[in-house]
């Protein structure tokens, strides 16, 4: 097989592709490694929560290395969920134009050889987990039971958005579990924010692939809302800035905190005018424009964390 024909085809062009030893490649295409975004998105609320517990405690002692730690976890965790995820999608992936050169559908590795890379990703994730006290170790935990259900929502509900959503906003809790070893109310709070952002941008992402999920029987919220997702953003993005500015109040923070929320806001407002849902290059760009939107939060609630702890 040519490494041209290897590549995944809604990635190109970047380091895996280019600079990766050949025989590793399948398997960081597994891990999306050549398509690091979502690995930003599950790592934005980890962020978030932490950079708010910490200011919270009116201590950032713990933040730097909670921040490195949460960063290899989200990357290596991201990458054992999409490689399970394509371990049980294969037979569509292989139905669908974009998809259909992912690294199992295209033979490039067996089902055997991805399970096994799994586990291994799993067992780093689970290295950087024992950095942490027994309550986020549990938490952490907990958090696979959403993970492993979730690729099989997608043929069972309209909804694997909302599946979706209980995975990637898991951080929002873990934060809160490492610096306090227990669940505050503003964690939940911030939780179902979160979910609410995720359900709003990979309803932008679904739209790439509506009408083939359409001709094999996937079900998205991209294809349930078709002609009004713009009005379903503005709900689900409205709702994300209000629960995440609840956990804000309830967390006390100052103004660089309110700030970050406000340039968050204003970057799913964008979102929402530029949208074009016939258009599959801007959605997966305005879907992206999610890390930037995520880090513009996270600097301001790391600002106030600072600002508390001095």
């Known amino acids: 097989m040519s490494d041209a024909f290897a590549r995944v085809a809604d990635s190109t062009g970047n380091w895996v592709d280019t600079h990766a030893p050949h025989w590793a490649r399948p398997y960081l295409r597994l891990s999306r490694f050549d398509r690091p975004i979502g690995s930003w998105l599950l790592l934005m609320p980890c962020w978030w929560s932490a950079a708010l517990a910490c200011a919270m405690a009116h201590d950032v002692s713990r933040l730097p290395l909670t921040i490195v730690l949460f960063f290899i976890g989200a990357f290596v965790m991201r990458g054992a969920g999409c490689t399970w995820n394509d371990i049980t999608d294969r037979d569509l992936d292989a139905r669908v134009e974009r998809t259909r050169s992912r690294p199992l559908p ?21 290295v950087v987990l024992l950095q942490f006290n027994r309550f986020a170790i549990a938490t952490g935990i907990a958090s696979l039971l959403v993970v492993a259900i979730y690729p099989f929502m997608k043929r069972v509900t309209w909804w694997p958005q909302v599946f979706l959503g209980l995975a990637f906003s898991w951080g929002a809790l873990m934060g809160f579990a490492a610096i306090f070893g227990r669940l505050e109310l503003t964690a939940l709070v911030l939780y179902a924010g979160a979910i609410s952002w995720v359900i709003g941008y990979d309803t932008i992402y679904a739209h790439q692939d509506s009408e083939d999920d359409a ?12 002609a009004h997702t713009s009005q379903a953003l503005v709900l689900f993005y409205a709702l994300a800035v209000m629960l995440i500015g609840v956990a804000l109040a309830s967390g006390d923070v100052r103004w660089p905190a309110w700030l970050g929320l406000a340039a968050f806001a204003a970057h799913l407002a964008w979102q929402i005018k530029r949208l074009q849902i016939g258009d599959p290059a801007l959605c997966l760009r305005l879907f992206k424009s999610n890390r930037d939107a995520g880090l513009l939060l996270f600097a301001g609630l790391l600002a106030d964390a600072v600002m508390r702890a001095a």
């Open 215 to 226: 001709l094999i029987g996937v079900k998205s919220t991209a294809r349930l809302f078709g």
């Open 106 to 126: 295209s033979g490039q590795v067996s089902a055997r050889q991805a399970l096994v890379f799994m586990v291994a990703q799993a067992l780093i994730g689970l």
